[in-house]
T-cell receptor, first 115, second 113 residues
Framework: ETGVTQSPTHLIKTRGQQVTLRCSSQ?????VSWYQQALGQGPQFIFQ???????GRGNFPPRFSGLQFPNYSSELNVNALELDDSALYLC??????????????FGPGTRLTVT | DQQVKQNSPSLSVQEGRISILNCDYT??????FLWYKKYPAEGPTFLIS?????DKNEDGRFTVFLNKSAKHLSLHIVPSQPGDSAVYFC????????????FGQGTRLTINP
C-alpha cells in the first residue's frame, strides 16, 4: 500500500508569485484535503476534494485554489503569494462516500517560504 | 475562535511512567475525535480515534477517554517510551459536509530516560 506523497519538499518563492503544490493520495482513497500549518500552530483546513469536486472550504481567500484528478491526485495553487503564506502545507487522503471514514492520512508536507 | 484547545504546550514525563495529554473543545456538533503524532520534518501520523457514542477506546499502550459533558478528551500513554517524544495533536470532526479536521495547537511530549 502506497502512502501519501507530496512534492516538492521545500520551496522558496517571492511575494506576488504563484505556486503549485502536488499530492498523491494513498491507494484506495478518493478524498484529498489540504491543510496549512503555521509555525507553532495546528494544521488549518484549506479545502477538500471528493471525486474531482470541491467538497468544502475553510477560511482561506480565493487565491487558494485546487484540483483533483481522475486518479485522485491533487494540486494546491496559491496566487499572489504573501509573506504570511509561509507555512507547511499538508495533504491528507481519506475514504469518502458511502464507506467514508473520518481518519485522514497525511503526507510529509511541503515547506513554503515566501520572501 | 479556537474550537479545539490543547492548553499545555509541552509535557515532560519519565520513561516507563504514564503520559496524559489533554484536549478541550467547544463545538457540540463534533462527533468524532482523533489524536495525531508528529515528528519533525514528517506529516502527522494517525494514532487513535474515538466516536462520540463511546467514552473510551484502547489500542495497545494508547487509550483515549472522552467526557462529552465536560467537552474534554485525553490521551493516555502507558508505559511511555523514548520514541513517544513528539508533538501530539488533538483533532475533531463534525458529521455532514466536508469531513474536515479541526486541530488543537499541539502538545510537545518529551520522554526522559
Amino acid at each position: 500500500e502506497t502512502g501519501v506523497t507530496q512534492s516538492p519538499t521545500h520551496l522558496i518563492k517571492t511575494r506576488g508569485q504563484q505556486v503549485t503544490l502536488r499530492c498523491s493520495s494513498q491507494s484506495g482513497h478518493n478524498t484529498v484535503s489540504w491543510y496549512q500549518q503555521a509555525l507553532g500552530q495546528g494544521p488549518q483546513f484549506i479545502f477538500q476534494y471528493y471525486r474531482e469536486e470541491e467538497n468544502g472550504r475553510g477560511n482561506f481567500p480565493p487565491r487558494f485554489s485546487g484540483l483533483q484528478f481522475p486518479n485522485y491526485s491533487s494540486e494546491l495553487n496559491v496566487n499572489a503569494l504573501e509573506l504570511d503564506d509561509s507555512a507547511l502545507y499538508l495533504c491528507a487522503s481519506s475514504l469518502g462516500g458511502v464507506l467514508s471514514s473520518y481518519e485522514q492520512y497525511f503526507g510529509p508536507g511541503t515547506r513554503l517560504t515566501v520572501t | 475562535d479556537q474550537q479545539v484547545k490543547q492548553n499545555s504546550p509541552s509535557l515532560s514525563v519519565q520513561e516507563g511512567r504514564i503520559s496524559i495529554l489533554n484536549c478541550d473543545y467547544t463545538n457540540s456538533m463534533f462527533d468524532y475525535f482523533l489524536w495525531y503524532k508528529k515528528y519533525p520534518a514528517e506529516g502527522p501520523t494517525f494514532l487513535i480515534s474515538i466516536s462520540s457514542i463511546k467514552d473510551k477506546n484502547e489500542d495497545g499502550r494508547f487509550t483515549v477517554f472522552l467526557n462529552k459533558s465536560a467537552k474534554h478528551l485525553s490521551l493516555h500513554i502507558v508505559p511511555s517510551q523514548p520514541g513517544d517524544s513528539a508533538v501530539y495533536f488533538c483533532a475533531a470532526s463534525a458529521r455532514g459536509g466536508a469531513q474536515k479536521l479541526v486541530f488543537g495547537q499541539g502538545t510537545r511530549l518529551t520522554i526522559n530516560p
